[in-house]
């Protein structure tokens, strides 16, 4: 079979007819009753084809047309040709024109003749069309839309149209108490529109590629004449006579990819066979698997992520439980959100969830969640670039499922949310989406960027807790390009939303950029017992030094710090103080006696503050020697010569120093003279 269709596709070409497209080819082989079987898995399955030819010239010219569109009755060919049925939409016939190109041209031209008139745009849209204009309040426009049953509006500003709202988003504005405000403030500036000459069938693509119910009819003067709705696009199909057979729902359309041959390049066979397992548990229990997120994300744009997010359309809490016993996991339940997660021996950890969607009673709130489709799980996501599926289950496994033009804006480096309240009911995808942006070199879409801008000017950060904002904050900082990610935040003026006092500054982000870089070299060259050093507190001191206590404590209450850390920011602004009247003669002991056994992060932090380069080598010096000092001598040894209490720290310390200043090389004879003297 797979010559067959080797062939078949080495001799074909896909012509444009009207509004579809033809698939033709021909072959020196009788196909005889295998043909339904070759074109339905092989050329419908990959290609978007609404009609087949392919003529046999084996020893005498024979035609075998198939039709996946009922808007083109081949039955009606009988009129020219004396057809053999082969199946409800597949007939063939005997033809004495021997040159394929002369026979395709005639089949067309008698297609052409029995084919259902062409619906255009302008035979199924609502006129006029009734807009409402930018500055009418939502609660308004709600209540036009429960009079006049209408689930969307068009946007008028100055006689010109500037976007489009629906009824969704206008019912999730009024639930955050935003009914007083403007209808342009939540309306989508992404005007999706068609000419009157527009084919009901390319109307019907635009409408499923942009997952959207209502398309917009401008004229060639870009004026507003009409609007389509799902309604239309039935009614239309019924007015014309179709059999309803053919009213095709465009809301289950899917945008499918095969993926397949990507996932083998990328994955390795290990995590490639566990997704394969995932998918086979699934089709058993009779549940569709997904892998979803990051990871769908970061294999088209060529990267490996082994971070796994499962989402099952049906029970995800039986199916987890199912997975956990067959490979022998451990699973731990989160049944409030219809979530859990496997945990294999080796600390590999799958989330596994059921497709919901979540709604959010407040701004910031912490979400409800409902039971859903796939489609509604992915839409709920935070941006378009994570918003894609890949099928798991044997059938489909590897097809990539993209409802919302992600894939798109992940060609185009675009960071884009889905739906115009996003950061109000999640402000921290503010911080995420500036994580992203800087992650991949992508740029957040315009509008993406205004309603970005919206609701950090309108304090929706403040409704977030504390924790959250800190979980996201230390994702930033463990980025690559952070200092980037920081100038955008101050720009944008996102700190003085996140901390209670101090005001962004250029000359904080110099030098943070400094005290990373020394980060570096302390991690190489003193963190001998390689302690985590935390980047949050490192940006913290930093941030909050030289800043009022109020911003301490603020900061402290927010995000979760230990009570340390006002004491050792308290003791950070006292030795900054101490170092700017340090004199360069002063030794490696003058730093101890400032410093004692401060924390890690403040070693680092320190290094922001130094005004000199003789200071900096100094410092450097200073942590050089301290990081590798070693006394040879212990308490023991001084109680040995009859010292006791206080005096013993006292004389361990004294010598501690002598050494860090190189005073010293052997503290035994250093200690036996220190003794005699005092005799």
């Known amino acids: 079979m797979d010559k067959i269709i080797d062939e078949l596709k080495k001799n074909s070409q896909i012509i444009k007819f009207n509004s579809y497209n033809v698939f033709f080819s021909y072959i020196e082989k009788t196909l005889n009753n295998y043909i339904d079987k070759y074109v339905n898995s092989e050329i419908f399955g990959i290609y978007d084809i609404y009609i087949i030819f392919i003529i046999e010239t084996h020893e ?61 745009a302008q035979d199924i849209m609502s006129s006029p069309v009734r807009t409402v204009l930018s ?18 509006f068009p946007i008028i500003e100055k006689n010109e149209l500037i976007g489009i709202v629906t009824k969704k988003d206008v019912e999730k504005a009024i639930n955050h108490g935003l009914e007083k405000e403007p209808i342009k403030k939540i309306m989508s500036k992404k005007i999706i529109s ?41 009614k239309g199909k019924f007015f014309h006579k179709s059999p309803a057979k053919i009213i095709i729902d465009y809301t289950n359309t899917l945008h499918k990819k095969n993926i397949l041959k990507k996932m083998l390049e990328i994955i390795e066979p290990k995590y490639l066979n566990l997704l394969r397992l ?44 199912y997975v956990s016993k067959n490979l022998r996991t451990t699973f731990v339940e989160h049944k409030e959100f219809h979530t859990g ?12 969830a059921t497709a919901r969607v979540e709604y959010y009673e407040k701004p910031a709130d912490l979400p409800k969640v409902e039971i859903s489709t796939i489609k509604k799980d992915l839409y709920r996501r935070d941006f378009s670039i994570n918003a894609m599926a890949i099928k798991l289950n044997p059938e489909e496994f590897g097809v990539l499922f993209d409802f919302f033009g992600c894939q798109n804006d992940l060609e185009n480096g675009i960071i884009r949310i889905l739906y115009n309240l996003s950061f109000i009911e999640d402000p921290t995808r503010i911080l995420r989406a500036i994580r992203f942006e800087r992650r991949f070199n992508f740029k957040i879409e315009e509008r993406t960027l205004e309603l970005m801008k919206e609701a950090i000017n309108n304090n929706y950060i403040e409704k977030v807790t504390g924790m959250r904002l800190r979980e ?37 982000v110099e030098r943070f950029k400094k005290i990373l870089k020394f980060k570096k070299w302390f991690e190489n060259k003193c963190n001998i017992k390689n302690k985590k050093i935390k980047d949050f507190h490192i940006f913290l001191y930093s941030y909050l030094a030289c800043e009022n206590g109020e911003a301490a404590i603020y900061a402290t209450e927010r995000y979760g710090l230990p009570k340390k850390f006002i004491n050792n920011l308290n003791r950070l602004n006292i030795i900054i103080e101490k170092f700017k009247t340090l004199p360069f003669k002063w030794k490696n002991s003058d730093f101890y006696n400032i410093l004692g056994d401060i924390d890690d992060e403040l070693k680092i932090v320190i290094s922001g503050f130094l005004t000199s380069k003789e200071m900096e080598e100094k410092y450097i010096k200073y942590l050089k020697a301290i990081s590798n000092l070693e006394l040879k001598i212990t308490g023991k040894d001084i109680i040995k010569k009859g010292i006791s209490g206080k005096k013993v720290g006292e004389i361990l310390e004294y010598i501690k120093i002598k050494k860090l200043d190189g005073e010293i090389q052997d503290e035994k004879e250093f200690l036996e003279r220190l003794v005699i003297s005092n005799e």
């Not at 997660?341 to 596994?352: A, H, N, P, V, Y």
Request: aromatic content about 8%; hydrophobic content about 40%; some cysteine.
């Open 135 to 152: 500055e009418e309040p939502i609660e308004k426009i709600y209540k036009l839309m429960i009079q006049t049953g209408h689930s969307g």
């Open 194 to 234: 068609v000419s009157p000459e527009t084919s009901i069938e390319k109307i019907r693509e635009i409408m499923a590629e942009n997952g959207i119910g209502r398309i917009l009819v401008l004229n060639k003067e870009n004026l507003l004449i009409g609007i389509i709705t799902r309604s239309d696009l039935i």
């Open 341 to 352: 997660s496997l945990f294999f021996k080796d600390g590999f950890r799958i989330d596994i």
């Open 472 to 508: 996201e904050l230390e994702k930033i900082l463990s980025e690559k390009n952070v200092i980037d990610s920081i100038i955008e935040m101050g720009e944008l003026s996102i700190f003085d939303h996140l901390f209670w006092h101090p005001k962004y500054k250029k000359e904080k």
């Open 60 to 120: 005498k010219i024979k035609v075998i047309i198939k039709s996946a569109n009922s808007d083109i009755d081949i039955n009606k060919l009988k009129k020219y040709y004396k057809i053999d049925m082969l199946s409800h939409n597949m007939i063939s016939f005997e033809s004495s024109i021997k040159s394929p190109d002369i026979l395709l041209k005639e089949i067309l031209n008698n297609i052409d003749n029995i084919c259902i008139p062409k619906i255009r």
């Open 278 to 321: 995932l998918g086979i548990y699934g089709a058993e229990l009779n549940f569709p698997v997904y892998v979803v997120g990051g990871f769908v994300r970061d294999l088209l744009l060529g990267k490996k992520n082994y971070d796994i997010d499962i989402v099952i359309e049906g029970d995800g809490l039986k199916y987890a439980k």
